[in-house]
């Protein structure tokens, strides 16, 4: 039997074209874009990075104050994808790319200013997170931010929220490996391993109902979207969470 990493970045390879598609800047992507510019970001690595969309945002924004870039992705169609979109930026020496599943590369010890992990946390198992979390530390120089954006971090409580939330979960129990944490373990873990000045901040992402497109023949599914498809706008609201690496 395939394992559980395999089965994630072959289903990852295989969305990657469509994903890309509907990915769309949102309120989430402005929000981390405002705290990268206002924290030391020369050197960033990104783990997820799929499309390359949020690292587009920040070459035009900052421009040169960028010296390092390293995309690290599981998915070799998102690297792809994510190559193209960001020639224009640089060569190798100030864009890398690295296909691997996060929790396989050994991360180098002081070199980034900023790490972003965005919406990719949750497909590894919460036994793994804490070392993980500790990698991303590591791998943080003096007064460097860890950036962790989670969609579904809490339970929602508004009716529209509250769909989104069913749909995905029926997304999820059709095979997809994920495991959405509770926002304040993720700040006790950061807590625990040494970052200071955490702080949460709940932005809202677009959401394309095209998304559920695989499920829509299971009957709970199919009256949610229907439900849903009234909606001009879908957003979903995402936790935030910042960490600084500081002594004091
Ligand atoms: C939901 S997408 C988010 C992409 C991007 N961060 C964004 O905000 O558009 C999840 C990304 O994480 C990658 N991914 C999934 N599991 C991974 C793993 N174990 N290690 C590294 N990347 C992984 C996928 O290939 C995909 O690019």
Not at 68 to 90: P, V
Request: charged share 30%; with cysteine.
């Amino acid at each position: 039997m395939r394992d559980e990493s395999t089965r994630i970045i072959e289903s990852w390879n295989e969305k990657a074209a469509i994903y890309s598609k509907q990915r769309k800047i949102s309120e989430a992507d402005f929000l981390v874009l405002d705290i990268l510019e206002k924290a030391p970001h020369e050197k960033i690595l990104e783990i997820g990075a799929g499309s390359g969309i949020i690292a587009k945002k920040m070459f035009d924004r900052f421009g040169e104050s960028i010296s390092h870039y390293t995309d690290l992705d599981a998915s070799q169609e998102f690297i792809n994808i994510a190559r193209k979109r960001l020639k224009k930026y640089g060569t190798c020496t100030r864009i890398e790319f690295i296909c691997l599943p996060m929790n396989d590369y050994d991360y180098p010890i002081e070199k980034y200013d900023a790490v972003i992990a965005m919406s990719v946390i949750h497909h590894v198992r919460r036994k793994s997170i804490r070392k993980l979390v500790q990698s991303i530390y590591r791998a943080l120089r003096e007064n460097g931010i860890f950036i962790l954006l989670e969609d579904w971090a809490e339970t929602p409580k508004t009716g529209t929220e509250q769909d989104l939330y069913t749909l995905r979960k029926i997304y999820g129990n059709k095979g997809e490996s994920e495991y959405h944490q509770h926002w304040k373990y993720y700040c006790d873990v950061l807590k625990s391993i040494g970052f200071s000045h955490i702080s949460r901040k709940t932005p809202r992402r677009n959401i394309d109902l095209e998304f559920f497109d695989g499920i829509k023949e299971i009957e709970d599914a199919r009256r949610i979207i229907s439900r849903l498809n009234k909606h001009v706008r879908l957003e979903s609201r995402m936790t935030l969470i910042t960490g600084i690496k500081t002594n004091i």
